[in-house]
């Protein structure tokens, strides 16, 4: 097999993701395995991994299918090799824009939360040491 195909195996431990997760995605559209060997194989690609890499990055920002299909969408069309014209560029590009909106929101809602569970550690660590016990 050349070196510009994977198999899903090397995919998942790529990614991060579980062969199911692949296939899920898969079957919701959101991903299609580039080619198949000839024993019916998935076969992907470096664009194929970048694709599940985004969808990887949206899932723990809240952003549900629906959503990750159209971003998808919207980078393809704008990466399409006949690109949009310039009005339907500007408005794919106002799609993506948004989505980094949502994003840049969630991630300034995670560190709040992160930072309220760092700072619940510390209370139990502080409490811990008080009491001279610590767990180690």
Known sequence: MSGTHMQIGEVATRTGLS????????????VTPSARSRGGFRLYTEADVARLMVIRRMKPLGFTLEEMRDLL???????????????????LLERVRSYE???TEQVAKLRVQLARAEEFALT???RLDRSGTTGD
């Open 19 to 30: 062969l199911r997760t692949i296939r899920h995605y898969e079957e919701t559209g959101l």
């Open 101 to 103: 909106r949502s994003a």
């Open 73 to 91: 969408e919207a980078v393809d069309l704008l990466d399409a090799e006949e690109g949009p014209a310039a009005q339907e560029r500007d408005a």
């Open 124 to 126: 139990l660590r502080t």
